[in-house]
Every structure is written in structure tokens, then in C-alpha cells.
């Protein structure tokens, strides 16, 4: 059995959780919204035509803020096609997906639905093949209270409060040559720059994103973050950062490690930023959204032939995930959490059906895929403060990222309790984890659970959808506290 140490102690405060951590993304894709949030005539639909088990889902789920529309819809989107009368919405080519936009769905459906599921909207706005204007018109029908032409729009299509929405994106992963309207940094950064500084016209008290890299691995990573805030760093408030990880040739450790990657990212972006910042003599801290990440096994999708036609959401990007990919989400949202200092947002992409943790049948079941425990659990039980832990640990050798701890964990704390989030990373046997806790004055270990399995490859489906799930952890022992952590796990371990 491996043996691992770790110390809680609430003086080593890193910030408090920030609940826009907790965030996820819909986008106009395959089957995210049609069929998925949205299905007029499904036994579980609302007045509306939004899908109740997945309203449900997603409050159970724990989410705080949804990213909308896009992603690489946004960078095609005309807004004003989603808002009016139904019948008289246009349907439109989406070059981004090779798909059809119906376009049943647009800004004040999905604000009517973020109130119904009880989170926060994020919006982007598209600065591929648009500019300052169609984002200002869309900040004026979405925020103003009424008296002009937009803000009554909106009002005469039954929205009479403002949707009062507070983030926006400037765009989306201009740095790719995939994207529609792609543009270099320097001609991104001064385009981003003038739409922010024209929205804060609208509302000073707006939160900007400026676009990063849309992966570490972009040949211009570094200094595509450099020129976008030299232009832009007065003016927004984040930079945002999109990761994605998957299993590559059968290489299991690897993947388990892959948040050392998104480490590295994160590091490397405060890095730059505090770099520009420096710069420009500027006492102002640029943070960071990481508003895209997720397990997606990309190549699958590259790898595949595109539609010879135009569908209305198509089964795009549907991935089906094991318990080693949640064990992989699990380790990502323990990053994410490790550095809350600068993370102040970020958003698992997506919600549903579309590489997400709630899948659909049209005209049938919602259920609940692997991935969707590790960020229920964190959502739930992460509060108060972040406290910095140091697991003193056996490390493993890596093909991607060479030696690389066996364990990774972060622990939160607020007066009432302490929750300890860790994924023992071993493939071959279980850990001992050692607390030391003698700083929380005596408190012992009241619940631990685990999600683990003898099959790592172990599958959710509409049939057996507990087939992968939570379960209580019987090996903790008291005296010092003590939890055996089963090989490739996540787990949750609450000390009062």
C-alpha cells in the first residue's frame, strides 16, 4: 500500500472558494440545447419547452454560471435572430458546427431558463465576424431598464426586467485558426480593447474577459497573452484559458496526471499577465476565467467525417465517460480550487449531451454521466476558505509529464467543517492518506466517500445509471485520522 501525509491547518488560507468555480457552458452545439435544456413536447417539458429532469439535474449538479452561446457558435452569431416572435426567427447556417440554427432558442430563452435552474448567465459576444456595435446593441437589450429601441425590444418580447447580465466574454479563441473571423493578437487586442472600453460606456461596472490561448500547446501561447493585454489590460478584468484532456494511446498515467498541465497553464498565464502589468506600471490584477475545460477526446471528433448536409442538432461531440475520465475531471477541479487566489471563474464545457456530465434521450431519459459526481461533490461541499495542502507522497513516472505525485489534493474550510478533495492517482494499489489535523482542534473524520471501481473503464448508461457513483468509504480509522484511498479514485473526506 502507498503511503501519503498531508497537514490542514486554517492559517494556510489561499482565498476564499470562489463560486463562480462551479461554472458550465452552452453552447449552440449538437444537442446541448435542442433536445437537451430545450424540448417542446418531451413528457418533461415546462411551459416553456425546457426539459424539468434536466433543470433538476443541473440544480442537483451544482452549478453557479453557464457560458453562453458559444464558444465557436459565438464568433458566427447574429443575436437579434434569436429574439422576436418564433415564427418569424430566421434559421441560419452555423459554419463553426456545419449545422442548423432554428434559432428557437436565443438570449431571453436562455436567461428565462438560467433563473429556472437558478444560476448566473456569461455572456460572449461575437468579435469574429462582428464588432463594438452588435455587442453594444445586445448589452443595451439585455441590461437597459427600458426607453430605447433594444432595451423595449425586449421588453414587447415579454423579458420587462433587465437580464442585468455582469460577464462577458470579448469573443472566443481568436487565437485559432479554426475560428471564424481568426485574427492575429495584435488585431484581436485592439478590437477587444475598443469593445470593452465602448460597453463600459454602457455600464463602468461590467466584468470584461479578454480572450487567451485556447490551449498550452498553441504555437503562440505566451506571447498571443502578451499583446492582448498590452492592448487590453486597463480595460477588461480576466483572460481567460481553454484546456481539454484525453486519454492518449492507452497511456493511463498520463492522463490521471493531466492537471499538471493545467497547472503549468495557469501559472504561466498569471505569470504573463503580472508581467504586463508590470510593464504598464499598472497596480490593477488581471485574473484569470477558465471558462472552457473538460476530458474531450478531440481526436475522435478530428478524426471523423463531416456531414455531407446541413442537420438540425446533430449527436456531435457526445462522449460517453468511464470513471477514469471523472477521476481526470476530479484532479482538474482540485486545481482549479488550489488556485482560487487567481481563478476567480471558470466553466465546465458543456452541460449537456456535448462532451458533458448530463446526457439526454430525445423523448426519454436524463441521466447522469461519471464526470457529474466529482463536480456535484466539489460544488457542494467546497466552502469558506481554500487551504493550501502539501502531500507528502511516492511519486510515478510519466511518459507526458514526467515524475508527477501520486497524490493530488486540495482541502476547504469554513467554521462548521473541513472537506479534504483528493484523487489518488496509482494504478497498481491503495493509499494510506494521513491527516494531520491538530490545528482544527480535535475535529475527526465524520464522512469519507470515494469513487472508484474494479473496472477503470466503467461506464454510466440510460440502463444503469449508478453504475459509477459515490460510495461510502469504510476504510478510515481515527487516531491519527486515516483514509485508505482505492487505486484510481476520487474522494471526499470531511473532518468536524
Known sequence: ??????????????????????????????????????????????????????????????????????????????????????ELRPRRLDLAWHSTETNEVGVDEFVRWCRKAGVEPMMAVNLGTRGIEAALDLL????????????????????????????????????????TGHKTAAEYGRLAAETARAMRMIDPKLELVACGSSSSSMPTFGAWEAEVLTHTYDVVDYISCHAYYEEKDGDLGSFLAC???????????????????????????????????????????QNADPPSDW???????????????????????????????????????????????????????????????????????????????????????????????????VATHDERSTTVFAINRATDRPMELRLDARALGGARVVEASTLSGPDVYARNTADDPGRVAPRPNPDVRHDPETVVLPPVSWNVIRLG
Request: proline share 6%; net charge negative.
Open 1 to 86: 500500500m502507498h503511503q501519503a501525509a498531508l497537514t490542514l491547518d486554517p492559517a494556510f488560507r489561499v482565498a476564499p472558494v470562489q463560486r463562480r468555480t462551479f461554472g458550465t457552458f452552452v453552447e449552440h452545439l449538437g444537442r446541448c440545447v435542442y433536445t437537451g435544456i430545450y424540448e417542446p413536447g418531451h413528457p418533461a417539458a415546462d411551459e416553456d419547452g425546457f426539459r424539468a429532469d434536466v433543470l433538476e439535474l443541473t440544480r442537483e449538479l451544482g452549478v453557479s454560471t453557464v457560458r453562453y452561446p458559444g464558444g465557436n457558435f459565438v464568433s458566427g452569431y447574429r443575436w437579434e435572430d434569436g429574439v422576436g416572435p418564433k
Open 140 to 179: 443595451e437589450y439585455c441590461n437597459h431598464p427600458s426607453g430605447t429601441a433594444l432595451a423595449d425590444r425586449r421588453i414587447a418580447g415579454g423579458a420587462k426586467e433587465p437580464h442585468d447580465v455582469r460577464m462577458w466574454c470579448l469573443g472566443n479563441e481568436m487565437d485559432g485558426p479554426w475560428q
Open 259 to 301: 492537471a499538471t498541465d493545467m497547472e503549468f497553464f495557469i501559472r504561466s498565464v498569471a505569470a504573463t499577465a503580472d508581467h504586463v502589468g508590470a510593464k504598464l506600471k499598472s497596480r490593477k490584477r488581471i485574473d484569470i476565467s477558465f471558462d472552457e475545460w473538460n476530458v474531450w477526446y478531440l481526436s475522435r471528433f
Open 311 to 409: 442537420p438540425v442538432a446533430p449527436r456531435l461531440l457526445e462522449d460517453h465517460y468511464h470513471l477514469a475520465d471523472a477521476v481526470a475531471v476530479g484532479g482538474l477541479l482540485i486545481t482549479l480550487l488550489r488556485h482560487s487566489d487567481r481563478v476567480r471563474a471558470a466553466s465546465l464545457a458543456q452541460l449537456v449531451n456535448v462532451i458533458a456530465p448530463i446526457m439526454t434521450e430525445p423523448g426519454g431519459r436524463a441521466w447522469r454521466q461519471t464526470t457529474f459526481h466529482p463536480f456535484a461533490q466539489a460544488s457542494r461541499y467546497a466552502s469558506g476558505d481554500v487551504l493550501r495542502v502539501e502531500p507528502v507522497c511516492p511519486s510515478y513516472e510519466t511518459a507526458a509529464y514526467g515524475q508527477v505525485p501520486l497524490l493530488h489534493a
